[in-house]
């Protein structure tokens, strides 16, 4: 992986994202439901990985990236023929 200017305004932007997104989580879900900070952390985490991982993937195209990249394609395709039969 080749780290230049544009990569580390890259991670600044996903870093950012992801704080942001957590901070997000425990306001909105932590002051109207009464759930443990483990409970909000792991949903916050898990609807993040997948987008950090694709970021990752088109920073460094190796498996087992490139596995869950061909998941992904698959899923959005398969996604978009449902949306396209309805």
């Known amino acids: 992986m080749i780290i230049s200017k544009d990569s580390c305004q890259d991670?600044?932007?996903i870093g950012t994202d992801g704080i942001l997104g957590l901070v997000f989580?425990?306001?909105?879900v932590g002051v109207f439901r009464h759930v443990s900070s483990l409970e909000i952390l792991m949903g916050a985490i898990g609807g993040m990985l997948p987008d950090a991982l694709q970021f990752c993937y088109w920073k460094w195209k190796h498996e087992p990236l490139?596995?869950?990249n061909d998941f992904t394609i698959?899923?959005?395709q398969a996604l978009e023929l449902m949306i396209s039969l309805f």
């Not at 989580?25 to 909105?28: D, R």
């Open 25 to 28: 989580a425990f306001i909105l």
């Open 11 to 13: 991670f600044l932007k």
């Open 66 to 68: 490139t596995t869950f």
């Open 74 to 76: 698959g899923r959005t």
